[in-house]
């Protein structure tokens, strides 16, 4: 028994050491799983997909560095597809530190695909007051971005001279990793009926569930795994896909953790 | 007058603002835009007040050589380094975030996002040693929940159908033992029987459960998610959506005056 009480006093040093070994190893030896896409992420790939040539979609980078290994493969995936499908890209964020990754992978995706800036997208940066710019851009954009982030005039910029309001604008995807998601649907959605999907973090995502079934949103993208399943869907195997392996390891790590520390409790709690 | 001309301002402006959700012409949907206009400005000074308010708190600490002033100076250190950087980034490339920029290219992308990432990343370790010595089966509700939770962490992982039934197996085996140790001690024939025949009943049910879970552990976490767990989600929406009207119109009427603080 003495053996079985030990399982509930594992040093956290032996579980760290453990768990990094568990991560490292299958990217060290590059193994992939199959998997099968999500239905909710197959439902934002198909919004995205039936989409016409020309159309406008918004993404708005609502996260910043410390949820950017879940969040950016979406946005890569979702750029990839965007400009796959010729569809025009309008950019914003209202968390000001994530801003240049929006940059950074807009510019990549964009070079990529021989976008041009200014005809084939667009980024206009941030404002502060979150709900207030979702508001006043159901009015006109202009009144909360008369630039762009570089200081051009939106008039001047060939694509956004259609472009005034969310009547304009086919789809609006935010990535998120906080609740600036929820302030989308209650202000853009519910005010102004966008179509809305929603991407980000395992932790905020389960929050978007009402949303779906309600068809608030008519797509979800959460965590790593949705991020794998649209890098699936887009033919596009990144870094999401093969960070898919460590995170099924590490999974199984903790559930066998709890289990083994279960086993210790109450076999001490017995001897109690 | 402190106190009754904010009341006053947040009463007019309360009011119009509800007005002009309602009845979205004018004079009050220009007027919802304007006010939204001005909150954006003030959204934009509250930064100002915040860095402000961040230094002057850190800068006093360093002053009075308060415990861990160090923290705080690297603190005022980084920020003046971070702000001259990017100024003078700004003014050689024409934006401090220009795919030129020394700010984006070394210090955003070489520094903050390492940093901010590794902080992020050290919580993986964090909860897979308080999820092992937090996480106990002492109840049944909380045996309930962590079944749930171990279901939905396989469920949502590419190996998690054909790892479930070894590890539902486990349990099962684990309570079997339990079940039957704990009866061979009875005195009470009842509850020895009772105890044995409930051991006996888990190893039988091993296989078919095993089964389950060999082939529905993502159906099943999906169902977890999409019908318990959205169930009791909607119930927080809803409970938090009364909350924050009750509290608005407390604001607004004048009945809550904390924020006068």
Avoid at chain 1, 93 to 120: M, Q, S, T
Wanted: aromatic share 14%; charged share 15%.
């Amino acid at each position: 028994m003495k053996y079985i009480e030990k399982l509930a006093k594992i040093d956290r040093r032996i579980i760290y050491l453990i768990l990094f070994l568990t991560v490292l190893l299958p990217y060290l030896f590059k193994i992939s799983l199959p998997m099968k896409p999500l239905p909710e992420v197959v439902q934002a790939y198909r919004e995205i997909d039936r989409l016409p040539a020309g159309s406008v979609v918004m993404i708005s980078i609502d996260y910043d560095a410390a949820s950017m290994p879940e969040v950016q493969p979406m946005l890569y995936a979702i750029l990839r597809h965007c400009f796959s499908k010729d569809l025009k890209i309008i950019m914003l964020g209202h968390w000001p530190l994530g801003i240049p990754l929006g940059i950074a992978a807009l510019e990549d995706v964009a070079k990529e695909y021989g976008k041009k800036y200014g005809e084939d997208y667009v980024f206009l940066g941030y404002r502060p007051g979150v709900a207030a710019v979702m508001i006043n851009m159901g009015k006109e954009i202009r009144s909360v971005f008369r630039e762009d982030y570089w200081g051009t005039p939106l008039d001047s910029l060939p694509m956004m001279r259609n472009v005034h309001t969310y009547d304009d604008i086919a789809i609006l995807v935010g990535f998120e990793a906080g609740s600036t998601g929820d302030y989308w649907v209650q202000y853009a959605q519910a005010r102004y009926n966008q179509k809305i999907i929603l991407g980000g973090t395992a932790v905020v995502a389960p929050d978007w569930y009402p949303y779906l079934q309600s068809r608030q949103i008519v797509g979800l993208i959460g965590g790593l795994r949705g991020a794998a399943d649209y890098e699936n869907l887009v033919h596009h195997k990144a870094l999401a896909y093969y960070g898919m392996t460590p995170q099924a390891a590490v999974h199984i790590l903790i559930v066998i953790f709890i289990i083994l520390g279960n086993i210790g409790y109450l076999a001490l709690r017995r001897r109690k | 007058m402190k106190r009754e001309v904010p009341i006053a301002i947040t009463f007019i402006s309360g009011v119009l603002l509800v007005i002009a959700f309602f009845i979205p012409h004018e004079p009050f949907g220009s007027l919802e835009q304007r006010f939204n206009d001005w909150y954006i400005i003030v959204s934009g000074f509250a930064l100002i007040l915040g860095i402000d308010s961040l230094l002057l708190h850190h800068w006093n600490k360093v002053s009075r050589r308060s415990k861990d002033w160090f923290h705080s100076l690297s603190l005022i250190i980084a920020f003046f380094v971070t702000l001259i950087w990017g100024f003078y980034s700004g003014i050689k490339t024409g934006h401090f975030l220009s795919a030129q920029s020394t700010f984006r290219q070394y210090f955003y992308m070489y520094v903050f996002v390492p940093l901010q990432a590794t902080m992020f990343s050290l919580l993986a370790f964090f909860i897979a040693s308080a999820a092992y010595r937090a996480f106990r089966a002492d109840r049944f509700e909380a045996a309930l929940l962590l079944f749930s939770a171990g279901i939905v962490m396989l469920g949502r992982v590419p190996l998690g159908n054909a790892v479930a039934p070894y590890m539902v197996g486990l349990v099962f085996l684990i309570f079997a033992y339990l079940l039957y140790s704990d009866g061979r001690k009875e005195v009470d024939p009842t509850r020895r029987y009772l105890k044995i025949g409930g051991a006996v009943l888990s190893l039988i049910l091993i296989y078919p459960v095993g089964w389950f879970f060999l082939h529905y552990t993502a159906q099943t976490a999906g169902w977890i998610m999409n019908i318990p767990q959205l169930a009791a989600k909607r119930g927080i929406f809803v409970g938090i959506a009364l909350g924050g009207i009750a509290m608005s119109l407390r604001i607004i009427l004048g009945i809550e005056k904390t924020y006068l603080r």
